[in-house]
């Protein structure tokens, strides 16, 4: 079965450093792997996206990710993380196509608290 | 830009009442979806539409039944709303084509049920 798992419910980092969020998927194929952030109050919104090549894809604000296949990770990383980056954090990856619809299935997601 | 939007970000509705949540996108998208948010659970997939008039279940379907009528409205039905519905509902859509395709959020819709 098709499954992702943040094993990091809440993490709690000071301004300035440095950041990893953990993800692991369970897939029986090419996975499509995704980081979404939900800033409080908010809708999700895309960080970035691995589909194919370049295992160490770029997103939006600083964020990086690197997909280890045989570690069936894809774990997020900022160098420097800014008080605005506090947020919840989920991994995605893309579901077959039952039903000809993709479906995203969703880890429990990771709290992100920055610290002055 | 895709936007998705949730027709309300707050509603309070009593335990039996039949509830309407509205979804509009303005992409054209083929697929629209709606999720359930609970702490520590993640999203949930309640339901999903491929086409028009098209629906299949998500991973939590119960007590829950959608409509597409048209292809930028997707609304969520809660027949006759539950104290454990309470929660944030997500909508999503996305276009066609190959697995993996972005999904698009609206901001949430936050339901009591008292």
């Known amino acids: 079965a098709q499954s992702v798992t943040q094993p990091d419910i809440h993490i709690t980092v000071s301004e300035g450093a440095s950041l990893e969020l953990r993800c692991n998927y369970s897939?029986?194929?090419?996975?499509?792997l995704f980081w979404y952030v939900q800033s409080p109050g908010q809708g999700l919104q895309l960080l970035l996206k691995?589909?194919?090549?370049?295992?160490l894809v770029q997103g939006i604000k600083g964020f990086e990710a690197e997909f280890k296949r045989s570690q069936s990770s894809f774990n997020l990383r900022k160098p420097s993380v800014h008080w605005s980056d506090a947020a919840e954090y989920f991994c995605?990856?893309?579901?077959?196509?039952?039903?000809?619809?993709?479906?995203?299935?969703f880890g429990t997601g990771t709290l992100l608290a920055v610290q002055p | 830009d895709v936007k998705v939007t949730q027709s309300s970000r707050y509603l309070v509705k009593r335990t039996g009442e039949k509830v309407f949540l509205e979804c509009v996108q303005d992409?054209?998208?083929?697929?629209m979806f709606w999720y359930r948010q609970d702490p520590g659970l993640g999203l949930r997939l309640i339901y999903f539409?491929?086409?028009?008039?098209?629906?299949e279940k998500g991973d939590i379907p119960e007590g829950y039944s959608v409509s597409r009528e048209k292809k930028e409205r997707f609304s969520l039905i809660l027949e006759s709303a539950s104290t454990n519905q309470t929660s944030m509902y997500l909508c999503?859509?996305?276009?066609?084509?190959?697995?993996?395709?972005?999904?698009?959020f609206g901001q949430g819709t936050r339901l009591t049920v008292v």
């Open positions: 999503a859509s996305s276009p066609p084509g190959w697995v993996g395709a972005e999904a698009f």
């Open positions: 897939y029986g194929a090419t996975p499509y």
């Open positions: 691995y589909f194919s090549g370049d295992t």
């Open positions: 995605a990856v893309g579901g077959k196509r039952g039903g000809a619809t993709n479906k995203l299935i």
């Open positions: 992409m054209d998208h083929e697929n």
């Open positions: 539409s491929y086409d028009v008039k098209m629906k």
